[in-house]
Nanobody, 123 residues
Framework: QVQLVEAGGGLVQAGDSLRLSCVAS????????MGWFRQAPGKEREFVAA????????DYADSVKGRFAISRDNTKNTVYLQANSLKPEDSADYYC????????????????WGQGTQVTVSS
């Protein structure tokens, strides 16, 4: 089993930055792909970013490309999401996800989820 705990959300103004973190339990973290998804009220959960187990490959949703950056530190069992130039439309609950093997943009493909951290961006 893998448990994921997110942190770093909050209320910010448009143009500000936040760094979300997700700490994973378990020895298998370094073999898992990690991802970030988000869900706004009344909307479906959507893919934000993902990173391969070895840090070599990343993927981003078009809506965040160039503004967000995903990274991981396998020595700390932690994955990060640096969110810059935040916009009101980035407001959502952000969820960390993990799965063995390669990453996917489909939320149904991920095996483990955190409880989420809320990000609110005011205009």
């Amino acid at each position: 089993q893998v448990q994921l705990v997110e942190a770093g959300g909050g209320l910010v103004q448009a143009g500000d930055s936040l760094r979300l973190s997700c700490v994973a339990s378990g020895r298998t973290f370094r073999t898992f792909a990690m991802g970030w998804f988000r869900q706004a009220p009344g909307k479906e959960r959507e893919f934000v970013a993902a990173i391969s187990w070895n840090n070599y490959n990343t993927d981003y949703a078009d809506s965040v490309k160039g503004r967000f950056a995903i990274s991981r530190d396998n020595t700390k069992n932690t994955v990060y999401l640096q969110a810059n130039s935040l916009k009101p439309e980035d407001s959502a609950d952000y969820y960390c996800a993990a799965r063995p093997g390669s990453y996917s943009r489909l939320y149904s493909a991920w095996d483990y989820w955190g409880q989420g951290t809320q990000v609110t961006v005011s205009s």
